[in-house]
C-alpha cells in the first residue's frame, strides 16, 4: 500500500469531522459561565466522568492531556484512564483484546494512545474522548511496539508470523511488512520471533530476532512517497551472530546504543547507532562466570534498566542482584544484592533513585537504592504481585501497580508516604503521557 505523506489531522481538524450541535451547546454554555463546572486544585477544569466508568459526560474537547495516564487492566482487556494530578480514575476504556503483555506509545500531541496487546491487537485510544478511534488484529501473537520519531510510523513487533509491520499512525493503514526471514542450521527458511523493539533518531527502529541471533535497524524514512505517489520499501541493516537468544533490548536515553539481552550468554550485545560501522560489541562480559544459576522465574525487562549518576543499572538474570557498570568503559563495576530476582530497575527522573520490583515469589516488596551510595535506602510492599512502576515526569511520585491486590499505589518519592490507592481491576502496565517526548519509550 502508498503511503501518503500528509501529515494527521491535528486534534481541531478531528474535533469538526466530529461535531454535533448538543456538545457545540454544551461547550458554548461552559465557554459563557452559564455551567458551573469543578475545578481541579491545579486550577485546570476538571472533566465530569460518569459512575459506571463509561463515556466521560462533558465535551471531549475540554480535557488537558499533560497530566493523564493509562493502566492496563489485563485481565479486562481494558485501560483505566487516569489523572495522575488528582490520583483518580477518570473513566475506562473497552474492548481491546488480550493486554496479558500490553504496552502503551503516546502520539506526540498526548491526545492518542497505541495499545500493542498480546493477541496482536493494535488499538487507537483517544484519550480526550475516552473511545477507540481505531483497531486492527495485525497478527497472531504480538510483543510490543514503537513510534517513529515524526510520529508519523507505528511498528509493530510480532511473534507470529515472526516480523516487524508498520502502520500509519493516523489511520493503522499498512504500510509495509518486514518479515524476519533467516537461515536455520539445516539451510532450511523460517521465520524469527521479533524481540526489543524501540525507537531511534531519524526514523528508524531497531529489534532483535529470537531464534536468529541478530539485531536489525529498519531505516522507515524510505516510506516517504515520490512525486509519482510509489513508496519504497524500508531499508534494512542487519548485525548477526550478536549471541545466543537475544529476550529483550533497550535504547539509551538519547538514542545512542541499542543493548540486547542474551539468554545463553554471560554478556550483553551492544549496538553504537552513532558508529554502526563498528557493529555489535560484548559488554559485561563474564559478569555470570563461576556463579550457581538461579531458576528464572521471570525474564527481566531491559526496558526497565537505567542510567543513574554516570552508571548503567541492570537487573541480573536469574539472580538477586542489581547490576552497576561504568559508562566509560562499560565494564561491571559493582553488584548489589537484592530481596529476589529484579525484573524492572528504574530511576526517578533525577536519578538520585533506583526503583526496583521483582520476580514470583517475591513480587510483593520493592526496594529503592541510593544512586550515590549503591545501598538499599528503603523496603516498601505496596501489595501482592507488583508488576509495573512508573514516575511523575519530575519525579516527585511514584505509581506501582499491584495486580493481586487489584489497586495502584501512589508513593511520595522523597517521604516514601503512600498518598493515595486507585482500585483497578488486576493492573499491569502503567503509562504516563509525557512518555511521548521521550525516546523509547
Known sequence: MRHRPALPHPPAAKGLR???????????????????????PHGSAAVAHSTDAGTPEASCANLATGGLGVVVERADGRLALVDRRQHRVITR???LGDLSHASVKFSSDERFAYVFGRDGGLTKVDLVCATIDARVLQSGNSIGGAISQDG??????????GGVKLFDADSLELLAEVPARYTRDDGSQALSKVVGLV????????YSLWDADEIQVLDASTLIADEQ??????????????GEKPYDALIDPIGRFYVAGLFGEDHLARLDLWHPEKGVEPVLSGYRQGDDKLPVYKMPHLEGWTIANDHA?????????VLMANLDDWRLGRRIAMHGQPVFVMSRPDQRQLWVNFAHPDNDVVQVIDSESGEIIRTLTPGQAVLHMEFSPRGEEVWISARDSDQVVVYDTATFERLATLEAESPSGIFFTDRAHRIGL
Do not use: M
Request: glycine share 12%; charged share 15%; with cysteine.
Open 18 to 40: 466530529r461535531f454535533h450541535a448538543p456538545g457545540f451547546v454544551l461547550g458554548l454554555a461552559l465557554a459563557c459561565g452559564l455551567i458551573a463546572w469543578g475545578q481541579s
Open 93 to 95: 476504556v473497552e474492548g
Open 152 to 161: 508519523r510510523i507505528i511498528a509493530v513487533a510480532n511473534y507470529e508470523p
Open 199 to 206: 525507537d531511534a533518531p531519524g526514523n528508524r527502529f531497531v
Open 229 to 242: 505517489g510509489a513508496s519504497k520499501l524500508p531499508a534494512i541493516t542487519r548485525f548477526s551472530d550478536i
Open 313 to 321: 543499572w541492570w537487573p541480573a538474570v536469574g539472580r538477586h542482584e
